[in-house]
């Protein structure tokens, strides 16, 4: 979320910027994933997709 | 002839008996027994101990301490010697504590959030800023002293051990958690932020900028989120003032293009008081959007509306004739020209005000400037055209995003859905309800709140606004009171505190055994319960003054009644103590070996679970009179924290503890595959006994959430199953170099580069030729 002014002017055409991901955290979201503690982060990347067959 | 000992730090200091004798007194009067003479005497049998083990040499303090336990049994005061024994390692507990302390503040000082776990146990808190490691600091020390000098000896030992997790436990001894803020109440007559005097807002505009400054005021009171249950209600009164301004206005411009020259305030105010001394009020929206056509379907608000407004106009019409000489249909004319441009400048003004808002709680600081106050908004039932206004441009500003078009993080968004107003295509608010399926398909707000879920709907009473559920934040929940059962609402209330019981380790202890299991599910209980009481002794004996805003400015029910330096304790029991739980997923599959997404006879011993402590909380609730209620607990610190001890303690258990997570209160756990329609369906049940809070979610993939049709299908699926509160996840990504939002994989859709990789000079002014409404390109230019 804090895009730093000084790191955007150094990197002219997005050399090292990584992309943002938002998910939700519990039952709110949180600016990008770089902050989520190490068990969260876990979890999120074990979710599964939810199918719409019944 | 012992002449010196040798302390704790090496330091070697002289031997003085009376120091021991005066400690030994101590501890003979704690159990009352002895006197100063028995404490002499066993001091001397110390110094006698001590002497035929070390001669000369300078024992350690701790061996002192040892003799002075075994001299006090030898004497018979074996009271006193457990008394002694207790204290001893109470104060090696402090001491150990305060090691602790210092190390972790040397860690919050030295270490960066990325590499420090501790750091990151609340994402919403930068733990690399000044302010942010000195809320921390402040966080360590309280957690220390507090668990020092406030827990008893069982409480500390259950939380220290990860049996029982107390929630914001750094404010043990100062506040509460959360509230739902009644705005309309608040800024009746204006209030007070303790900085400034803030009066009755005037247009839509204040009324947004004056929500956002309660939220953060509130939260600076106390330690959780911060709600506004009733926003579409509230703000409608913006939009009501705003609309009122402008038509006056716009009539007065009319007025002036045709007649060629300036109209006096004076004969302004005469014909407007003309005609609202007929019509009884102020000239007010027959409709919500500009072109729109007026909403005829659904309530009588909205009918009355129409009819209102119609009235008004032909009763400026007729003034207009009178006071001017015009014919019918050029004031006619006039008058729907006035109303048609005030609709639309109303409706422009009321989407800058939500911009404004969104982009506010998003930008300011709370404590110290180390958070964003963490704030929730409830709408959806208001079908005045008002009402529908605000609902409509939240969202859309919502979906707007912020500067650079970033998904918006605050506030979380909770739109309640109600049959009758906005759920079936033949209700008033349903294309509201239709667009915040689209705004949430795109930005992950707003969650669903379902009021004709029966544990809601009990509270429900059409046009009253606080009986409707609403929802703070991440869960919590709060609408039974048995405290004062003629106060069943939502409005000016909230949770006091909570405290979260490890499931899966009840179950591990019980090897199978479901009658132990049972049995020591009741015991922890119990000791929640105990502990929570105390914490609301503590928090009872606090006065309206610690509380300038919550209490002080009335936002918490009956607080209004209460001068300052009155203490809080009554109006508190208005308010909840929360027993939370987590891991139901690795309970079952520890007890049984399967967890409830895995069978139906699972699933009945999972509600058996749950079921068992709601009936706890609610019996404690009636033999107290207060309100204890069941939390399906948000686990984000605590998600990490009691597996990581349980591995320790029990080695990896398939299925219960080999991830690097517990399940999140009564979900089917996140990897476990299962369709959206069987989960929801799982999980409903558990929201009906999990009254203080609870949510479900769904994940689509990327496709599947930017499809509305699917999308809404599943909130109707929520609906119908009887869930709660549910939100639907899937994938938001962005890349800030060319402003794309949706899914991205490994590589940008748009601009085609990785993530870290540039994009040539060439490339970024053909993006920007392509999409000139990103505002900038990540400031690359």
Not at chain 1, 19 to 38: A, S
Not at chain 2, 378 to 384: A, H, S
Not at chain 2, 662 to 677: D, E, G, L, M, R
């Amino acid at each position: 979320m804090t895009e730093m002014k000084n790191t955007l002017n150094a990197a002219k055409t997005g050399e090292g910027i990584e992309f943002e991901r938002i998910r939700r955290i519990t039952g709110y979201l949180v600016g990008t994933m770089d902050k989520w503690n190490n068990a969260k982060k876990a979890e999120e990347r074990d979710r599964v997709k939810h199918g719409l067959s019944r | 002839m012992i002449q010196s000992i040798i302390k704790r730090d090496g330091r070697v200091v002289l031997y003085d008996e009376k120091k021991i004798a005066s400690a030994i007194l101590k501890a003979l009067e704690a159990v009352g027994c002895g006197n100063a003479q028995d404490a002499a005497a066993v001091a001397n049998g110390v110094q006698k101990r001590l002497e035929s083990l070390y001669g000369t040499n300078p024992p350690q303090i701790e061996a002192i301490q040892d003799a002075v336990e075994s001299e006090l049994m030898k004497h018979g005061f074996d009271e006193a010697a457990k008394a002694y024994i207790l204290y001893r390692s109470n104060r090696t507990r402090i001491r150990e504590a305060n090691t602790t302390l210092m190390k972790t503040i040397d860690e919050i000082t030295t270490v960066d959030a990325r590499e420090s776990d501790m750091k990151r146990d609340n994402a919403n808190i930068d733990g690399n800023t000044a302010m942010g490691s000195m809320l921390q600091i402040g966080t360590a020390g309280a957690k220390s002293y507090n668990e020092a000098y406030l827990l008893t000896p069982e409480q500390a030992k259950a939380y220290r051990e990860g049996d029982i997790h107390i929630h914001d436990f750094d404010f043990y001894s100062l506040t509460t958690t959360c509230t739902q803020i009644d705005i309309i109440r608040l800024f009746k007559g204006g209030f007070s932020t303790g900085h400034g005097y803030l009066r009755e807002p005037k247009s839509i505009q204040s009324y947004a900028a004056l929500a956002a400054i309660a939220i953060q005021s509130n939260q600076n009171d106390q330690h959780g989120g911060q709600s506004i249950p009733n926003f579409d209600y509230g703000m409608a009164l913006g939009v009501a003032c705003t609309f009122e301004r402008i038509y006056r206005e716009k009539l007065k411009e009319s007025l002036e293009d045709l007649t060629g020259s300036e109209v006096a305030d004076e004969s302004m105010d005469e014909l407007m008081a003309n005609v609202e001394a007929t019509c009884g009020a102020g000239p007010k929206l027959d409709r919500d959007m500009a072109g729109n056509k007026p909403i005829t379907p659904g309530g009588n608000a909205t009918r009355e509306a129409v009819e209102a407004a119609k009235k008004f106009d032909s009763e400026v019409v007729s003034q207009l004739m009178g006071f001017y000489g015009f014919s019918a249909q050029t004031a006619g004319k006039m008058v729907e020209t006035v109303r048609r441009r005030a609709t639309s400048r109303t409706a422009r003004d009321t989407y800058q005000a939500m911009e404004g808002f969104v982009h506010n709680l998003n930008t300011m600081h709370s404590r110290a400037g180390a958070q964003t106050p963490f704030s929730s908004i409830n709408y959806g039932t208001d079908t005045t055209p008002e009402g529908r206004m605000v609902i409509r441009n939240i969202l859309l500003a919502t979906d707007a995003g912020l500067g650079h078009g970033e998904t918006c993080i605050f506030p979380i968004h909770i739109f309640k859905v109600k049959e009758g107003v906005n759920y079936n295509p033949e209700d008033p608010n349903y294309d509201l309800f239709r667009l915040s399926c689209k705004v949430s398909a795109k930005r992950l707000f707003p969650n669903y709140t379902f009021l004709d879920s029966p544990f809601n709907l009990q509270y429900y009473k059409p046009g009253v606004p606080e009986s409707e559920v609403a929802t703070m934040g991440c869960r919590t929940r709060v609408m039974g009171n048995t405290y004062d059962p003629d106060r069943e609402i939502s409005f000016s209330r909230g949770n006091l505190s909570f405290t979260s019981i490890n499931l899966p380790r009840l179950a591990i202890e019980s090897k199978g055994d479901e009658a132990v299991f049972y049995q020591k599910l009741d015991e922890m209980l119990e000791l929640v319960a105990g502990q929570l009481l105390d914490r609301f002794e503590i928090q009872a004996k606090r006065h309206v003054y610690n509380y300038p805003f919550l209490m002080g400015q009335g936002v918490w029910l009956d607080s209004d009644k209460l001068s300052p330096y009155d203490e809080v304790r009554e109006v508190l029991k208005h308010g909840t103590l929360s027993i939370g739980f987590i891991g139901l997923a690795e309970t079952l599959t520890s007890l049984y070996g399967q967890h409830h997404g895995e069978s139906e006879a699972m699933q009945q011993k999972g509600l058996e679970i749950i079921g068992h402590m709601r009936e706890y909380c609610d019996k404690k609730s009636q033999e107290l009179k207060m309100n204890f209620s069941l939390l399906a607990t948000p686990a984000e610190g605590l998600s990490g924290r009691f597996i990581r001890m349980d591995k320790k303690r029990y080695g990896i258990i398939p299925g219960v503890t080999d991830k690097e997570y517990y399940t999140n209160s009564f979900h089917v756990p996140v990897w476990y595959p299962i369709s959206a329609y069987d989960k929801i369906w799982k999980e409903a049940p558990y929201h009906a006994l999990t009254n203080a809070g609870h949510i479900s979610y769904v994940e689509l993939d990327g496709d599947t959430a930017k499809n509305v049709e699917a999308f809404e299908s599943v909130v109707r699926c929520m609906h119908d199953a009887g869930i709660g509160y549910g939100s639907i996840n899937h994938p938001v990504d962005r890349d800030p170099v060319c402003g794309y939002v949706g899914v991205i994989g490994d590589v940008c859709p748009r601009c085609g580069r990785r993530a870290g990789e540039a994009v040539s000079e060439e490339r970024l002014q053909q993006l920007i030729k392509m999409y000139p409404e990103v505002a900038t390109f990540c400031g690359c230019r």
